[in-house]
């Protein structure tokens, strides 16, 4: 695993924790809503930490279509490029 997926993997717990999700076992193929249960709140919220965390927005800069963000895979690629 590498640094950013392990960094995502940990703030996508860190959110589900905060907000009462039961996440159960975290993988790439792992739907965010769907499967983790997460909302449209919890996903902007959960990119505002990773813009800190890693002062890029790869959705802002037009690199990553955000409508192309459905897992965490998704998710982690987008903050590999």
Do not use: K, N
């Amino acid at each position: 695993m590498s640094e950013h997926q392990q960094i995502i993997y940990d703030i996508l717990r860190r959110v589900a924790e905060e907000e009462g999700l039961q996440l159960g076992t975290i993988s790439d193929s792992s739907a965010l809503i769907d499967t983790l249960g997460f909302r449209s709140l919890h996903i902007a919220r959960i990119l505002a930490i990773l813009e800190m965390e890693f002062s890029y927005d790869p959705f802002a800069s037009g690199d990553v279509p955000i409508t192309g963000l459905r897992t965490v895979g998704d998710l982690c690629a987008a903050y590999e490029r």
